[in-house]
């Protein structure tokens, strides 16, 4: 069983997010964003954890260590990292936040922000989710009013806007694929967006079929295969999907008993999948030992479906909603509403 550490931090924690790893470099970061829901004054934080327990030992740090932060009164809904510097956020008043992190000075500025683009202009949406367009730095935006924004850092406006993207709260974003958004919905549908054609229609429409109501909460795509993406769903299932396939997924599995809040693969090591639900557990999810077919991902084989498939709990003992995860290296941290970071250090990745 893998080692981990606590950081009791005073508010609930909606979202935590590694930052990128400096590009050619092998050393992993050590650096990790975290923000805040349900409170009077919600906080961004920037943390800083060594990337091997080795070195944690060293340097006498038995949690992580928070480096600085913003304070605003809306919701953290969504993080993500533009870059090494620059991190946006996702906010319940329908807006959209973008911050500079200067490492030298130990410092987060704000830099942008798009006041509420999602809603009425009396009656703002919650902003939900976030993704970067591939190869850019560019934002895109989905909301609980069911639209999209694409925002440009130089741009105070959206550069281009789907006001119908869905009917339905937009719950999770994958930006990884140049020109092509995929946005999840909590009606139970994944709908793929070509940016290169007009926005009249999605590409695609993919849609649970299970026979009861199914919102998905996220969406997250295999680093290696792109055609592969996993959804977590609110009745505790997962979907894996093949997008070259339409009509109905690849495997459906019955894993949680509540909501999955996120689900992502290890970049490095994409047989490894790590959950967090709101039941509270965290799941890793090991797949080396599933056989493939030709090309096909072990993930989209049966055996996912039957069960045959490694399953660690990481936190066995907390009771409280996981809300976010996210993966680097061989360490692990996710946030909860028992207002604790957690980070699971040199994890067993085969």
Request: glycine content about 8%; some cysteine; hydrophobic content about 35%.
């Amino acid at each position: 069983m893998a080692e981990w550490v606590v950081k009791y931090v005073g508010h609930k924690v909606s979202k935590v997010r590694w930052r990128p790893q400096l590009a050619g470099s092998i050393d992993p970061s050590d650096i990790f964003a975290s923000g805040s829901w349900d409170d009077v004054v919600n906080r961004v934080c920037i943390w800083r954890f060594p990337a091997t327990a080795k070195a944690a030992d060293e340097e006498g740090l038995n949690e992580p260590e928070l480096v600085c932060a913003q304070t605003g009164p809306a919701d953290i809904m969504d993080l993500v990292f533009l870059n090494r510097d620059h991190l946006a956020c996702a906010l319940s008043d329908g807006s959209v936040a973008v911050f500079s992190y200067k490492e030298a000075a130990g410092t987060l500025s704000h830099v942008r922000d798009w006041k509420k683009v999602h809603g009425q202009k009396d009656l703002p949406s919650p902003c939900t989710s976030l993704g970067v367009l591939a190869g850019s730095a560019n934002v895109v935006s989905g909301g609980e009013d069911g639209r999209l924004n694409i925002l440009r850092l130089d741009d105070q406006r959206p550069y281009a806007t789907i006001a119908t993207a869905d009917s339905s709260t937009i719950t999770g974003l994958d930006c990884s694929i140049p020109s092509e958004v995929l946005a999840s919905s909590s009606n139970g549908m994944l709908k793929v967006w070509d940016l290169r054609k007009p926005p009249s229609k999605p590409a695609r429409i993919l849609a649970i079929e299970s026979g009861d109501y199914t919102s998905i909460n996220g969406v997250s795509r295999h680093p290696n295969q792109p055609n592969l993406v996993v959804l977590g769903c609110c009745d505790g299932s997962l979907c894996f999907w093949d997008l070259r396939q339409e009509k109905m997924p690849a495997s459906l599995c019955h894993a949680h008993t509540l909501d999955v809040w996120e689900a992502k693969f290890h970049r490095s090591y994409p047989d490894q999948l790590f959950t967090c639900c709101q039941d509270g557990s965290l799941w890793h999810w090991d797949a080396s030992s599933v056989e493939g077919s030709g090309q096909r991902s072990s993930w989209l084989s049966g055996a996912i479906a039957c069960g045959k498939v490694d399953i660690v709990n990481h936190l066995p003992h907390n009771t409280l909603s996981v809300n976010s995860c996210d993966i680097e290296s061989r360490h692990l941290v996710c946030g909860t509403d028992g207002e604790a970071i957690f980070v699971i250090m040199d994890l067993n990745l085969n």
